[in-house]
Nanobody
Framework: QVQLVESGGGLVQAGGSLTLSCAASGRIFSINAMGWYRQAPGKQRELVAT???????NYADSVKGRFTISRDNAKNTVYLQMNSLKPEDTAVYFC???????????????WGQGTQVTVSS
């Protein structure tokens, strides 16, 4: 099977920076898009940023200019560099990947377990 493991969350003051990482492992044939989503308490999960296999990116308006998504295809890893953090960025951040496993026929979505990001004012 395929697993996504996030790391890099934590507590930071407003204006600070954090970098999240998510490594995909297992029986992977190929990975299409990868991305980050977040869910704040009492709110629905929302898209933060996505990146395709050829590097095309998409960002939520709320993070444009502050967050940067990137990936290392050789390592099956996606990153989220978060700068100028605000208290409203506080949420659990989830990694997502569209993966075709070595035993599969189609691509399917996989999710990580989530990592907490807390921004204090």
């Amino acid at each position: 099977q395929v697993q996504l493991v996030e790391s890099g969350g934590g507590l930071v003051q407003a204006g600070g920076s954090l970098t999240l990482s998510c490594a995909a492992s297992g029986r992977i044939f190929s990975i299409n898009a990868m991305g980050w989503y977040r869910q704040a308490p009492g709110k629905q999960r929302e898209l933060v940023a996505t990146i395709t296999s050829d590097g095309s990116t998409n960002y939520a308006d709320s993070v444009k200019g502050r967050f940067t998504i990137s990936r290392d295809n050789a390592k099956n890893t996606v990153y989220l560099q978060m700068n100028s953090l605000k208290p409203e960025d506080t949420a659990v951040y989830f990694c997502n990947a569209d993966v075709k496993s070595s035993s599969g026929t189609y691509y399917r979505d996989y999710w990580g377990q989530g990592t907490q990001v807390t921004v204090s004012s």
